[in-house]
């Protein structure tokens, strides 16, 4: 059974900082391209970092130079450490596994950037 759990969401004022972390469990892990999603109220889920299973890096325009997507196949683990936040980063974070055209979900974490 595959499994993907974020976790590391909250709410945090603008400008500051947070690590979300995704926990893979029934894939080979190392095989897969991963990416961060989020979902914002009454808008379309969107891609906003993703790293391939060879560690490429690609980055929305809105959050290049802010998040960094990384991850380590030992622990079956993918973070993305988000910095500089702002109110528009708010939304549901989702972490995605695929491989070929077999995509899994996790089921989100809130992230709410608020004063």
């Known amino acids: 059974q595959v499994q993907l759990v974020e976790s590391g969401g909250g709410l945090v004022q603008p400008g500051g900082s947070l690590r979300l972390s995704c926990a893979a469990s029934g894939i080979v892990f190392r095989l897969y391209d991963m990416g961060w999603y989020r979902q914002a109220p009454g808008k379309q889920r969107e891609l906003i970092a993703n790293?391939?299973?060879?560690?490429?890096?690609n980055y929305a325009d809105s959050v290049k130079g802010r998040f960094t997507i990384s991850r380590d196949n030992a622990k079956n683990t993918m973070w993305l450490q988000m910095n500089s936040l702002k109110p528009e980063d708010t939304a549901v974070y989702y972490c995605?596994?695929?491989?070929?055209?077999?995509?899994?979900w996790g089921k989100g974490t809130l992230v709410t950037v608020s004063s």
């Open positions: 790293i391939t299973s060879g560690g490429i890096t």
């Open positions: 995605n596994a695929i491989l070929g055209l077999k995509p899994y």
